[in-house]
DNA sequence: CTGTTAGCGCGTTCAA
DNA sequence: TTGAACGCGCTAACAG
């Protein structure tokens, strides 16, 4: 039982109101000044300033979201911030997003279960939009567009229900990093597969396994977690279930291929890539230090995060623009952890 | 100019009126219903509830915002992103903040002279508190003070004006480093230091100097920007002003010591620890990988936010609590990128 | 427990 | 160009 309310000091922030009763103008003169293409004279709207910055007013935003139905808020869901590679995008989006005058509502998820919970306050919060790297069911998508709520997906897609994406190619991705091990040699693959609940993570393992497919070659594929940790697991499990049988190892992400090269460095003394190729995919930091020098797919981050940030304003000012899928293709890095060839 | 304006579904969305005439009921028993506390029949209650799930109605928290002046919005301004160690420290204050049905308004700063353009947008969102890591001067604390926002700095002070702040004890970090360094039997120091505008960097390259001089050795300083690169170049540098005359180089942070490490390795040839020790501060995930090891300070970062978290929702129930300062020690991980003794 | 009423701070008609 | 009046969706007295 909350007894006694504290006073807020904010209850006094001064009112469009308090700077036309000081500048001598009415509240809606104020009201025009701030904003953009209206018609306000000269003087007054000296008057209006100076009045203004001597209180200190700044417009409410959440008196205009009311009464303009646009809070120039956008969610931002990002289920895994943790996962090198999100950051740089977290940055980049709030940062471009800033540039237009929006600002970004942030949703980590410590769980795929907590994606209802967030949703329910994206209703609340009446977001003009929203940016989604966290996986949604059919039925959550629906609700974005039931509610009118434009969302842009970023490395994930819709499925029966289509939406607005923006995502890395895993398909040509992958190609390229076989077709050069392939190239190189290798005959013994191993894959180290994303957490099951990734989108991203089951594409780039499922495209590996098709390319190598075509050129004849299977692949052991254990379970991995996008983690350093069980890039270590993993490689020990496909070297136990290979009985060391193995020359080329595909990660779903740098970080797993980190946590294998040490692996293969520190436990199994190889030498990467003389004895063992292993390569992985994002292009995050760590990937071009030079203990790893990662041979890997960077995705261009920029590129991606400019495109869903000018999707998704476009869907904000129009409506109902078909849901557009963007992909992108990576930038192949050479680096040194893996031979490769062609 | 915006001839048509876009005819957004969200002007559609339920109000607590339609509710209200579809459960046949008035619209303050709507509201009531929804409110905490509020004292409803259950018999209005089950009919309210079925009407606001047939609507899918969710109350309005911008128009809630602005009647109870309290938005559950807070501020988290973080200056850089990229830096390593905050991805794991905003991903805690989302949650914690989410945990308390607070959300979370993120502003990420390309350049600190950013700043003012995120407290305008911060004032304007009359969110009910902040959480700064970054840089903010004098006249900017005490806007928060006049505007009676609360205000939390994270690994931050305010200078002249007092402010509350959560941060990690840089002092008894680097004295350990260097009493550990000192005692196995380090005698020529060099230190890398972050950027001249990161506080924590100033303070954590004061303290390793002081500590040094209590032990009677004084260290060369270069300037570095807490990141990898610039640990490559801080050691180059580091070794040209020196004659190579080095031992033990102490970095203000751990992604400067892995490109110091790095460097050592792959262009001085020089072996980590045997030939030169290297430690760094943070704690942060790659200091664990078997190739780094880092000998290092690890933020306690889950007590850390939980502290913020916990300090700035207490000053937001209770506006004029004194500004206190939390400050954390640090945990001392051997590691082993540097002889230690003692 | 319930409905009525009066705003929260602002944007936007409409006359003047 | 300006001001008066109204309403965005909701909460918080108040009377019943």
Redesign the pocket.
């Known amino acids: 039982m909350k007894i006694e ?1 504290s006073k807020n000091k904010k ?10 009763r000081k500048a ?12 953009p293409g ?8 000296e008057k209006i300033l100076a009045a203004a910055k001597e209180l200190g ?8 979201g ?4 646009r809070s120039n808020l956008v969610a931002v869901v990002i289920s895994n911030l943790t996962n090198l590679a999100y950051p740089e995008v977290l940055a980049e989006l709030t940062q471009r997003f800033s540039a237009q005058g929006i600002r970004v509502l942030l949703f980590t998820l410590a769980a795929e279960s907590e994606v209802d919970e967030a949703l329910d306050q994206i209703w609340r919060y ?1 977001v003009d939009g929203a940016i989604v790297a966290a996986r949604l069911s059919d039925a959550q998508l629906s609700e974005f567009a039931d509610r009118g709520v434009p969302i842009v997906l970023y490395n994930r897609v819709g499925g029966e229900v289509a939406a607005a994406s923006v995502r890395c190619d895993s398909v040509s991705g992958e190609a390229e990093l076989v077709d050069s091990m392939v190239a190189a040699g290798h005959r013994h693959f191993g894959i180290i597969a994303g957490p099951p609940d990734s989108y991203v993570g089951q594409e780039r393992v499922s495209a590996a396994s098709a390319r190598l497919d075509k050129h004849g070659f299977e692949a052991a594929v254990v379970p991995g977690n996008f983690d350093y940790a069980s890039g270590e697991e993993g490689l020990r499990e496909l070297v136990r279930i290979t009985a060391g049988k193995l020359d080329a190892i595909i990660c779903a992400n740098d970080l797993l291929a980190i946590g294998a090269i040490d692996y293969a460095r520190f436990e199994l003394g190889m030498r990467v890539p003389e004895d063992i190729s292993i390569v992985g995919f994002d292009g995050v930091g760590p990937a071009r230090w030079r203990g790893y020098q990662l041979t890997t797919i960077r995705q261009p981050v920029r590129r991606m995060t400019a495109a869903a940030v000018a999707m998704l304003i476009d869907r904000i000012e129009q409506a109902d623009l078909p849901p557009e899928q963007r992909v992108f293709a990576g930038e192949f890095l050479a680096g040194s952890s893996a031979r490769t060839g062609g």
């Open positions: 309310r209850l006094n922030s001064p009112t469009s109101y308090d700077v036309a001598g103008v009415s509240q809606s003169a104020v009201s025009r000044c701030f904003r209206k018609s306000v004279s000269k003087k007054t709207r007013y700044q417009p409410n935003a959440i008196a205009q009311l009464i303009t139905k009446r």
